[in-house]
């Protein structure tokens, strides 16, 4: 799975954030290329979230550089980030409880998008998602609030990929699910990168990450502690056990 990383989609170089006078980031540096799947890992409070929530404009204390296809968004707000083709799925998920599945997906409908190259993005319609996600196709009619945990991880990524983005931020997608809908998130995060989409993981679950990930950025107190392939993190018990442990 592991790929060269050429004209990164996404280029971080020393990150930092604050909530209040803690720092949680420092001077994070990484980068996601065009179809290519990274995972940011570390027990949790290591980091994982903030540096997600921090790309996406949504931590007012900041600092560094954060390039998205070579445009620098370091001081965009975060609907304009989304604008540009960057998605993000929340660890809380953020669906609307009131709404059906399909105002949920609605409501992230964005326009077709182009990669750097001029190369058409995927476009994805509520029938793709339904192929995509089978679950959603039973319950179109379903308010977000009476689906299961698991459900609502399906959804949440859905209406995401209703934005037409270029490279997805999933946040812990199989926190909390049931280990069903694991492998099947992990096979529909396989199928978006055949569709040429970049995705930046945050995960703690090591199995999970080997099902999908070309690389992985190591974190510990905000702090990049290691990088590497992901067979080269799976042949070191040292570094997982070192960061990954309980």
Request: proline share 6%; charged share 20%; hydrophobic share 40%.
């Amino acid at each position: 799975m592991n790929q060269p990383v050429t004209a990164p989609m996404l280029n971080v170089e020393r990150l930092n954030a604050w909530y209040g006078a803690a720092q949680i980031l420092y001077d994070l540096s990484f980068s996601v290329g065009r179809g290519e799947v990274v995972a940011l890992m570390g027990r949790n409070g290591a980091g994982k979230s903030t540096t997600m929530k921090s790309i996406m404009g949504l931590i007012a204390q900041r600092g560094g550089l954060v390039q998205f296809n070579d445009r620098d968004i370091s001081r965009l707000q975060p609907f304009e980030i989304a604008r540009l083709g960057l998605g993000f799925t929340p660890e809380d998920r953020r669906i609307f409880v009131d709404l059906t599945v399909e105002e949920n997906l609605d409501i992230g409908r964005q326009p077709p998008r182009h990669f750097p190259d001029g190369a058409p993005a995927p476009v994805w319609t509520p029938q793709r998602l339904y192929a995509l996600f089978p679950n959603l196709a039973e319950m179109p009619k379903r308010a977000g609030g009476s689906m299961s945990g698991g459900e609502q991880q399906m959804l949440t990524v859905a209406r995401t990929l209703m934005g037409n983005p270029l490279l997805v931020l999933l946040d812990e997608p199989s926190e909390g699910v049931a280990p069903l809908i694991v492998e099947q998130m992990a096979q529909t995060i396989i199928e978006l990168k055949k569709e040429g989409l970049s995705i930046l993981l945050s995960e703690q679950n090591v199995h999970f990450a080997r099902l999908v990930s070309d690389r992985v950025y190591m974190l510990e107190k905000g702090q990049l502690r290691w990088q590497g392939t992901m067979a080269e993190l799976d042949a070191n018990e040292d570094i997982q056990r070192a960061y990954l442990t309980v």
